[in-house]
């Protein structure tokens, strides 16, 4: 299959699909939502999240037919392997923020051939800006190509985490914090992969499930991060991991926190 795909293509169709399930979102996003809890109270779904979910998984299927999909909320497939073309599609990233703040939380979809990223796309709904890019491509703000992020410590710069990691210091994640120049919890993973990939944060750490991190993964180590989990070991696409994402220095002092204990 690998012979037939067009990465340029890839990643325009890509592109297109979200941004047109952008302007769908962004069209209903003063509606009534129909909310439902999913693990906990803070996991949440909503009709927007399915029907957007319904419909790139449509268009993934129209467009290559032979491809597998792993999305959050069911409609794409059972998929116990990568082989082949493997699309991960996360149709609301923080859905808590679609909810509460009507800001802050992006649609996602990367594209893996064998395991391998090819493309991610990422779009800030709201702010209307989309990230693109992979390994052959190079990663784009909009129109603009995105250098490497500097390789700063973690003393120099933001850490992204998310709130449960901070409860109780777990996994050392109060400590990095107080090391860092200050903690930013944005609520989504994919809006705190575009600020690691600006060099506006230098690290974030998360548990996350495959589709929170594949488009957010390709992109970054396109640039030069480090996508790990918290230990510094490779990520699997079919498992939940607490991940984290930094600039080479920021990763590798998250990391050495972990083994002091
Ligand atoms: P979601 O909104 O697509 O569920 C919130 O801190 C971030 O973590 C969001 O990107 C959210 O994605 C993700 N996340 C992953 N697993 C979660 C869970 N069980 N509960 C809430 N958020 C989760
Ligand atoms: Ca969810
Ligand atoms: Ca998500
Ligand atoms: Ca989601």
């Given at each position: 299959m690998s012979e037939s795909i067009n990465i340029w293509q890839l990643a325009s169709e890509i592109k297109f699909w979200i941004a047109a399930a952008a302007e769908n979102v962004k069209a209903h996003l003063h509606d009534d939502l129909q909310v439902e809890t999913k693990s906990?109270?803070?996991d949440l779904v909503t009709n927007v999240d399915k029907l957007t979910e319904k419909h790139l998984v449509g268009e993934i299927r129209r467009a290559y037919p032979k491809a597998r999909i792993v999305g959050e909320e069911g409609f794409g497939d059972q998929v116990d392997d990568l082989a082949g073309l493997v699309f991960f599609v996360d149709?609301?990233?923080?859905t808590m923020n679609f909810v509460k703040?009507?800001?802050?939380f992006a649609i996602m979809i990367g594209a893996y051939l064998d395991g391998i990223g090819l493309v991610g796309v990422i779009m800030d709904v709201v702010a209307g800006n989309i990230f693109w890019g992979g390994p052959e491509l190079g990663v784009y703000k909009n129109e603009l190509a995105l250098p490497k992020p500097q390789?700063?410590?973690?003393?120099d710069g933001l850490l992204g985490v998310s709130g449960p990691l901070l409860r109780k210091d777990v996994r050392h994640m109060a400590t990095a914090v107080g090391q860092s120049s200050g903690a930013r919890i944005i609520g989504s993973a994919g809006i705190e992969f575009t600020k690691v990939l600006q060099g506006i944060e230098n690290g974030y750490v998360s548990h996350l499930m495959p589709w929170d991190f594949a488009a957010g993964k390709v992109m970054a180590e396109t640039l030069g991060l480090l996508v790990t989990d918290i230990d510094g070991n490779p990520l699997s696409m079919l498992s939940s991991k607490i991940v984290l994402i930094g600039t080479e220095r920021t990763h590798a002092q998250i990391v050495a926190l972990q083994q002091q204990d």
């Open positions: 906990n109270r803070n149709p609301i990233d923080g703040e009507k800001e802050n390789n700063l410590n973690l003393a």
